[in-house]
């Protein structure tokens, strides 16, 4: 029988699809494919190789990777986050820094909460919740001297605004940002102040572009742009050394006013004149529903690598020599409990053996392929107790409440002690 050009072409896509499959069925090409999806389930995989060939009409990135970049070089990338002004007893935030340290981290993220610190009032820094009061600066002065006395190194977020804050102002809850800016302001100066020479990051604020992080309303990236020059002149005024880190945008693609694509607001935040007033720039490094080797850079794709998506903003606004820090990596370990803890799958969800393996690997990626990355700080290392296990975000945690190491911890440390450098 003669083939017609349309049984032809049939022919030949009916061998195509034959080889396809006989390819995508052989053990290594799965394998190796897990290194460029970041999926390891073949339908996911051929969604992504999808995903990522449709890609290739869009305009390339400007990345400038060979761009002198301030804050990355020379720099140990190992950070994690704490909680350490909720532990009541000072033996427990010292134990929790000694394992810190004995991992191998060099930084501690750590809030320091205004709401906490300024307590009753402006100008304010006694703490009278509890008899009898005390200076509300007593247990941020322990943190600082254990982080010290350890050799490790703080980034310091500021954030979290006290009810007096709000006063005259429409009722944003506990998150949202102050009635006057100034105020937040000097706050911020009094932090600095206090640690001059001793703390040199600081970090404003914590994704603004999603609720609840930015009160009961729209979010606003010109407010929060206005938010952060304050702040950056105050720090730069009363210690020039101090190095200012723009809020950790959630990756997010929703437009919904309540939350803002992160990618959307750090633009709008260049276009109200905010890149002036950040040294570093933050973004969340959480691997939701896929590995650490997902290479899809979609702007509808949240996945461990959109911080590069961020980077090609700032190429484009002149940026280029600032880096990203990635606030807080991390994959889920939630449970698979349907119905007894809260929101499960909302982060996506991994194996505790999973999550073991993914961040090291996330790691590792940034050391090889993304030269703009400079600290990764795993969220979190642990809560003071287990009263949230009914909630999914808990099972990030690298240690329980009493001290016993997940998987996560011991793989983090291994891999920080065996890196080649």
Not at 62 to 71: E, F, G, K, T, V
Request: proline letters at 7%; one cysteine or more.
């Amino acid at each position: 029988m003669k083939l017609t050009p349309p049984r032809l072409v049939f022919a030949l896509l009916c061998a195509g699809a034959l080889a396809f499959g006989a390819w995508f069925a052989l053990p290594d090409t799965r394998q190796r494919l897990v290194e460029v999806t970041g999926e390891e389930r073949a339908l996911p995989q051929l969604r992504a190789l999808w995903n990522l060939a449709l890609e290739q009409t869009r305009p390339p990135l400007s990345l400038a990777p060979d761009a002198q970049i301030a804050h990355v070089q020379g720099l140990n990338p190992f950070g994690v986050n704490t909680f350490l002004e909720q532990e009541v007893e000072e033996v427990k935030r010292a134990r929790a820094l000694d394992m810190i340290r004995d991992a191998g981290f060099a930084w501690v993220r750590q809030e320091f909460p205004w709401a906490d610190i300024e307590i009753h009032g402006k100008g304010d820094f006694e703490d009278r919740r509890h008899a009898p009061a005390r200076s509300a600066w007593d247990k941020y002065d322990n943190i600082v001297d254990l982080v010290e006395q350890r050799g490790l190194q703080l980034i310091v977020r500021l954030s979290a605004p006290p009810e007096w804050a709000h006063a005259g102002y429409a009722d944003l809850g506990r998150f949202g940002p102050p009635a006057d800016f100034n105020d937040f302001a000097d706050y911020v100066a009094a932090v600095v102040s206090r640690y001059k020479g001793r703390i040199r990051y600081y970090q404003v604020w914590n994704e603004p572009n999603i609720y609840p992080e930015w009160g009961e309303q729209a979010v606003n990236p010109e407010d929060y742009a206005r938010l952060l020059c304050l702040a950056h002149d105050r720090a730069k005024q009363i210690d020039p050394n101090v190095v200012i880190l723009a809020a950790a945008l959630a990756p997010t693609v929703a437009q919904d006013g309540r939350d803002l694509s992160d990618l959307i607001y750090f633009q709008r935040m260049y276009n109200a004149g905010a890149g002036r007033c950040f040294d570093i720039a933050s973004a969340q490094g959480y691997g939701l529903f896929s590995g650490p080797y997902d290479r899809r850079l979609s702007p509808l794709t949240t996945n461990i690598a959109r911080h590069t998506l961020m980077r090609d903003i700032m190429v484009r606004n002149g940026d280029a020599g600032k880096p990203i820090w990635l606030a807080e990596v991390n994959w889920n370990a939630v449970p698979n409990t349907p119905g007894e803890i809260d929101g499960v799958g909302r982060y996506g969800m991994v194996t505790g053996e999973e999550q073991a393996r993914y961040v090291p690997l996330a790691y590792e990626r940034a050391r090889r392929e993304w030269p703009w990355v400079g600290v990764m700080s795993v969220w979190f290392f642990k809560r003071p107790s287990d009263a949230e296990r009914n909630q999914s975000w808990y099972y990030f945690r690298m240690v329980e409440p009493d001290f016993t190491p997940m998987p996560l911890y011991d793989a983090m440390k291994s891999y920080i002690q065996g890196r080649s450098p």
